[in-house]
């Protein structure tokens, strides 16, 4: 499986694609970093990011899309910009037909590094580790990409399994429960009619 890893942001924003074996192997296929200058406008920085991330996806055909998901900061200017280079990736890979997955940074570091504290240098070296990688990815961008790939492909199997379970756990409550209604509907038909408690007149005493 091909996964394209995006680290959103409108001044850097990380791509690495990375393909995924049997077990736990990954290949890093390529990786850069889209750039676009802090002076110009809004609208023109995220026409360009967006013109790259497609031409990557028609060039190296990822099967999905892996996204950073966007936390509070305590910049506000940075959150919304990380929010909206996010969102004309996932808007590129939706025109595909592409799944778009979010995750937490604690995940993507979890993964790679096995505890979600790690800071971004021991990230990248798991990375470099992970790919075989001879040259650390630069910047961080670059690297918290590729991360963000590896986790998708160890992850996604766990959360298709997962996603499986609870879809048949929740038919099998509806059949249950169809179950039950057409029980008491028929419970229901069946029940004989009760017979009048009032005496006729002359009757008996």
Known sequence: MRVL???????????????????RVVRCVAVDVV???PDADLAHRLLGISDEVERWLDKYKPAAVAVERVFA???VRTAMGTAQAGGVVALAAARRGLPVVFHTPSEVKAAV????RADKAQVTAMVMRLLNLEVAPHPA????????AICHLWREPMRARLAEAEARA????????????AAAK???????PLKSAVKKPGAAR
Do not use: F, I, W, Y
């Open 73 to 75: 900061q305590h910049n």
């Open 170 to 181: 929740a038919e099998m409550a509806r059949t249950h429960k169809a179950r039950l209604a």
């Open 113 to 116: 590094s096995g505890s979600g």
């Open 186 to 192: 028929q419970a229901t038909v069946r029940k004989p």
């Open 5 to 23: 890893g995006v680290d959103p942001g409108l001044t850097r924003c990380g791509l690495g694609v990375v393909d995924g074996g049997k077990g």
């Open 141 to 148: 961008d670059a690297a918290d990409a590729l991360a963000l």
């Open 35 to 37: 750039r676009t200058p």
